[in-house]
């Protein structure tokens, strides 16, 4: 069992930042670490993922705009949000392996 706590979600203006943080209690080599998002109404979808050997993958809707980043000795992945737009808003979810956390709310409102 892996446990995986998100934090740093919040209200923000659009065109601000965000840094969510994803801290686990142990890490498996075999998994990446990747971010998901849930909007309201919505599909849980791909946000991003890293892997131990740095390489990332973007969803197109956040290319340009996010960055995902491990320190996988620390445990931890960060997902750097930039030029937040209202779509963006949604509870964030890491992910590694088949192991999930409780997701951190992130509204990007006026």
């Known amino acids: 069992q892996v446990q995986l706590v998100e934090s740093g979600g919040g209200l923000v203006h659009p065109g601000g930042s965000l840094r969510l943080s994803c801290a686990a209690d142990?890490?498996?080599?075999?998994?990446?670490v990747s971010w998901y998002r849930q909007a309201p109404g919505k599909q849980r979808e791909f946000v991003a993922r890293?892997?131990?050997?740095?390489?990332?993958t973007y969803a197109d809707s956040v290319k340009g705009r996010f960055t995902i980043s491990g320190d996988f000795a620390q445990n931890t992945v960060y997902l750097q949000m930039n030029n937040l737009e209202s779509e963006d808003t949604a509870v964030y979810y890491c992910?590694?392996?088949?192991?999930w956390g409780q997701g951190t709310q992130v509204t990007v409102s006026t």
């Open positions: 992910n590694h392996g088949p192991f």
């Open positions: 142990k890490m498996i080599n075999l998994y990446a």
């Open positions: 890293v892997n131990r050997g740095d390489m990332t």
